[in-house]
Each structure stands twice: as C-alpha cells, then as structure tokens.
C-alpha cells in the first residue's frame, strides 16, 4: 500500500472502501484498530501521551535592604582660572591661559550611606501539560478482523 491506482470496474470490493480508485500510502505510518465512532479508513497523527514537569513554579525570596557603606564623607572641587586675562569669573578647569588659579571646593556631605530596598520578589514559570490521551504514531484506523472457527 504505497498510494497505488487500481482499476475501481476490476476490483469492484476494494473500490467499495476506496471509491477514489487509490490505495493509501502507508509508509511511515501503521494501523490501529478503530475505537467506536471513529471512521474506517480516516488518518491520524501520532500523539504524545499527556503529560507535565515538574519545577513548573519559582518560590520567592526575599532579598530585603541593601546599603552603601557609611564612610561616605567627600567633597568635590573644580580647579580652573580666569581664561586669556579676561576679568569674568568664567572658570575653564585646567585653563592654559591667564595669571589666577582657582580651586573651587563644593561642601562636604559628611559621612552617610545609601539604601535600596529591594523586598520580596519571585519569577513565575508556566510550563503547560502537553499530549494526547495515548502515545500513537502517524496512522490510520481500521477493523480488526477475527474469523472464529
């Protein structure tokens, strides 16, 4: 049965199963028996058994507040000049020209930290059952056939 035409006047029973004159092509697939209500002849893909995993959640955790360190007294400073001998107060840092240099000195902070509280928090993973309710290959169904004697 490889999908093969067969003459339907010839061959007057098998054309009473198949009316198209065709034999179906059965390879790389079997047969299995039809269940009730289901059509002689009607083809059906494999199937993967149902089934799930496991690890399909993510417990959370909470991670809580995190801090700097309190050592944090520092200030900033800018060095710079009048630029070019101009009388402005226009500082340029590292100027090349004119004859005052300057340091400017921002406050200090004084010593201190920062935080960031970062609290409980989780990930959520969804990993869905999958499957059929049998494991089956590509098939087609037929009637088994058993002559008692």
């Known amino acids: 049965m490889k999908g093969q035409a067969f003459d339907t006047d ?17 390879r790389g697939r079997g047969l299995i028996g039809k269940e009730d209500g289901e059509i002689v ?4 893909e494999g199937q993967v058994k149902s ?14 507040t995190k801090y700097t360190s309190t050592n944090g007294d520092h200030r900033h400073y800018t060095r710079g000049g009048y630029q070019g001998g ?24 004084g010593n201190h930290n920062h935080s960031i509280a ?11 059952t999958f499957g059929a309710s049998k ?12 002559r008692l004697a």
């Not at 010839?10 to 059965?26: E, F, N, S, V, W």
């Not at 970062?118 to 869905?128: K, L, R, Y």
């Not at 494991?135 to 058993?146: G, S």
């Open 86 to 109: 101009y009388t402005s107060s226009y500082h340029n840092a590292d100027a090349a020209g004119g004859s005052h240099g300057n340091v400017l000195y921002g406050n200090t902070t």
């Open 41 to 44: 002849g009607e083809f059906a």
């Open 135 to 146: 494991n089956t290959i590509d098939h087609l169904k037929c009637n088994w056939i058993v």
């Open 51 to 64: 089934h799930g995993h496991a690890g399909s959640t993510v417990s959370s955790t909470n991670l809580g």
């Open 10 to 26: 010839l061959y007057p029973q098998t054309a009473a199963i198949y009316p198209d004159g065709t034999l179906p092509d059965m």
């Open 118 to 128: 970062i609290g409980i928090h989780g990930h959520s993973v969804t990993i869905a």
